[in-house]
């Protein structure tokens, strides 16, 4: 087994007055030699659970500053190796050991002790002494411990955003109209003051019990709805549907938008549906700091209760840039935060002057790549493909962005340093930004540069052969598989749909895979991902080709999916030297979970609980 990390380097890097406080252990309550994490008396779980909410609200509202930092603990499986490090061979041990905000060491509980004791005798001889005595703190029989969590795709303000008021779930377009009926009533500000703006995120046309577009008309029949300015946002983020009132604030419109669409009735009289680039046709008002922080608090909320420990956003506008930049400034970040900068075609190119967020807030914020999107989405009908859709033969889906542009801006940004991330979905879309990829090798080191693919949901054989060449890495939502694998076919037609969601063939022509939600368009929780990309089956253990899974030949192992969403997710993000294992030298996060998602049977994955999550040490969530 490896060493005790230095702990004396660690200490180091505290000030002077650091130094002279005794940090708190993170877990209050624990003895210091043995006791259950999770097992303890009544009265001592009482009083922990007090201190877990306390921790919990405390993190959710301040991120501890340096002087706060937790004490030296190792965790450790009562009996065997139920610790799934993630490292570079997949180990699994039976401890770890924590500390102040970093793994020092991991291995079976008689090597920590004694590498523990060796340390201690070592560090008597300087200023920076250890505990004389190694706290150790065990999880239950059946529980296991992972790496942090990451979520490799996810937009942070827009779930919060939907979580307030929640569409997807409606079978109709009227018990939609319903529910923003009930938010309105919901909020005295918005009931009794008409000319406020209505927002909301998550609505999908294509679950209704009759797929068609909705109408301006449908919000102006219910008596509360109408007359207001409403915006809401589709599930996939690739559409808005808008009141009356918003669409005549933006008259005239044009005939025509070039990668996008206004959908319109048989007469020419727009709906307000816009999709794609016709969004950026409406205008709302930018939401205050305190409406973006209410949204933050309901994303982090679930996030930290679902075990992730990093999100990475697709897509900070300089708004979602400057409120993450100033929650990170103060020390507020609760969450670490990966932030890709939206590329916007219309205004200056800022690559060569822009400064990168290189772990602000003390590695809680980076943000050096770029986000561009080449084209829509296949719910929508806007992914670009080679051929016409099956089902829709006049469309071959949209560009949202010139191929042209894409050969000109991607090598830009890449000889400047930056990672180019582009969602590309349809195989036009994805051949062509791979096009671009392979330009702009005569000016950067693609691979070393980490570009990704953000979706790469329909490929061309020649095209996967491409990823590995490239270094590319596929940024893959494995909950968007089991969602559309119900029109997949009618969309794409029989063999086309073959290479959508074709993860195994990805992986074995070299590509590197991450694993993400995209929420708000999915459930933000991790392991629904890793369900999906295991067993690519609905949560009910359907999918149209049978209970083996909708083509089961491209499913991933368990290995390759938790190294989706921990180490493989720290590589995108170039923070895998000190994120995304438990390993020696790297960053405390962490996460319990109530059963063996690696070993127990797939029907079983979702049924498993998080237990505890821990960042940098300390307890963020958990009911102990």
Known sequence: MPPLCDCNQILRRRTPSEEKKTPEPP??????????????????????????????????????????????????SPSGAYIYTADDTNTRVQCLVVHRSHFVDTGSLDDVRRRWSEATRQSKRSDNALPRQLEIRYIKPGQVVLPGLSDSHAHILEYGAMKQMPMEDARTVEETVRRVREYILSDPDLKHDKTKFVEGW????????????????????????????????????????VSSLVLQSMEPLPDEVEGGAIIRNSSGRALGVFLDNAQELVKRPIPTYKALEKRFAA???????????????????P????????????????????????????????????VKVLGAGDNRLWARSVKIFADGALRSGGAALYAPYA?????RGLMRIEPEVLKTVIPRFMRDGWQVNVHAIGDRANGM?????????????????????????????????????????????????????????????????????????????????TLGSDSPVEEINPLAGFYAAVTRLSKDGRSPHGPGGWFPEQRMTREEALRGMTIDPAYASFTDGILGSV?????????????????????????ARVVATVIDGRLVYGMV
């Open 319 to 354: 708004m979602s840039l400057n409120f993450f930049r100033r929650q990170a400034d103060e020390g507020r970040l609760p969450i670490r935060i990966y932030g890709m900068t939206y590329f916007d075609e219309s205004a200056e190119y800022w690559g060569d002057n822009a």
């Open 27 to 76: 877990f209050s309550g624990a003895a210091p030699a043995t006791r259950h994490l999770f097992g303890v008396s009544r009265t001592s779980r009482l009083c922990l659970l007090i201190v877990s909410v306390a921790l919990s609200l405390y993190f959710f509202v301040q991120r501890p500053s340096s002087d706060d930092l937790p004490g030296s603990y190792a965790v450790c």
């Open 202 to 241: 998550g609505w999908d046309h294509t679950n209704w019990e009759r797929d068609d577009w909705p109408s301006f008309e449908h919000l102006e029949a219910d008596p509360v709805v109408a007359g207001r300015p409403i915006v809401l946002q589709s599930k996939d983020g690739h559409a808005l549907w």
């Open 391 to 395: 089902d829709n033969p006049d469309s």
């Open 583 to 607: 390993t020696a030298g790297k960053r405390a996060d962490y996460v319990i979970l109530s059963q063996d998602i690696m070993t127990i049977p797939p029907e079983n994955i979702l049924d």
């Open 433 to 513: 930004v791979l096009d671009a990829f392979e330009e702009a090798l005569k000016h950067a080191n693609v691979t070393a540069l980490r570009p990704r693919l953000e979706h790469a949901q329909i490929l061309a054989e020649a095209d996967m052969a491409r990823f590995g060449d490239l270094g590319v890495i596929a940024s893959i939502q494995p909950t968007h598989a089991i969602s559309d694998m119900w029109f997949g076919e009618e969309r794409l037609g029989p063999e086309r749909v073959k290479g959508l969601y074709a993860f195994r063939s990805i992986l074995d022509h070299g590509a590197r895979i």
């Open 299 to 317: 994303t982090v909320r679930d996030a930290l209760s679902h075990g992730l420990t990093t999100i990475h956003d697709a897509g900070f506008d």
